[in-house]
């Protein structure tokens, strides 16, 4: 039977491989002079060049562990922030659309109607008697 991954373990030794700290990376770099692998006039220059590999690493592990989150919240089949705006936005339109309905319904009803004629009043068409 498998065992369950430990997953704060994990997390630790992803963040050791991308938080380099400025003191760690001197005292690389210091270890990297005294080794005569790197000239000590260089060392400035690749502690930055450390620590800019280790904020690269960083966004990278960043990166991989959301596109990996939304793949596994995508096969479970839920909705995402982006979802629910996009249906939030489809349902004010509706109901946008549904209130102008009834009038503009209403407008184009009354404008097919014929003029109404106006009525004959008894008082008017009275007769001489003869």
């Not at 620590?51 to 960083?58: A, F």
């Amino acid at each position: 039977m498998p065992q369950a991954l430990d997953w704060k373990r994990l997390l630790e030794a992803g963040s050791q491989y991308t938080e380099m700290r400025r003191s760690q990376a001197r005292a690389l770099a210091a270890d990297l002079v005294a080794q005569g692998h790197l000239a000590r006039d260089q060392m400035a220059s690749a502690v930055e060049e450390l620590l800019e590999q280790s904020r690269q690493r960083r966004e990278d592990m960043r990166k991989l562990i959301r596109h990996e989150v939304q793949r596994q919240l995508g096969a479970l089949g839920l909705a995402t922030k982006a979802d629910l705006a996009a249906l939030e936005r489809r349902m004010t339109r509706a109901s946008r659309v549904t209130k102008k309905a009834p009038a503009k319904a209403a407008a184009k009803k009354d404008a097919k109607k014929p003029a109404k004629r106006p009525k004959k009043t008894a008082a008017k068409t009275t007769r001489k008697a003869g």
